[in-house]
């Protein structure tokens, strides 16, 4: 069974740095599309970020562009989202997702992705 399990979260500072990874197990091939979502208390989830099945293709919200880095590592079925320049608003449970169709490009699409982890919390504050 297909398990993600997210790490990184954390407090930092505004203007401050974060990586956030994603590690999955019971993965049967390499080619998954992953994603990262987020989601505050009270309001809608938001995709954040995706990369196609065959890692050509990433995908980012407008709200991240230019601050978020997604990369992944097969090797080691392993998703990462580098997010600088921090803001409060960034501030929510980020989730990490992946779905075995979007091979050559990601969309944003959350319940397009079938699988999930559970979370790790990203507090932005000084």
């Known amino acids: 069974q297909l398990q993600l399990a997210e790490s990184g979260g954390g407090l930092v500072q505004p203007g401050g740095s974060l990586t956030l990874s994603c590690a999955g197990s019971?993965?049967?091939?390499?080619?998954?599309?992953l994603g990262w979502f987020r989601q505050v208390p009270g309001k809608e989830r938001e995709g954040v970020s995706c990369?196609?099945?065959?890692?050509?293709?990433?995908e980012y919200a407008d709200s991240v562009k230019g601050r978020f880095t997604i990369s992944r590592d097969n090797a080691k079925n392993t998703v990462y989202l580098q997010m600088n320049n921090l803001k409060p608003e960034d501030t929510a449970v980020y989730y990490c997702?992946?779905?075995?169709?979007?091979?050559?490009?990601?969309?944003?699409?959350?319940?397009?992705?079938?699988?999930w982890g559970r979370g790790t919390q990203v507090t932005v504050s000084s």
């Open positions: 019971g993965f049967t091939r390499d080619d998954y599309a």
């Open positions: 997702a992946a779905t075995p169709i979007m091979f050559r490009v990601c969309l944003l699409i959350g319940p397009q992705f079938e699988y």
């Open positions: 990369i196609s099945g065959n890692g050509g293709s990433t």
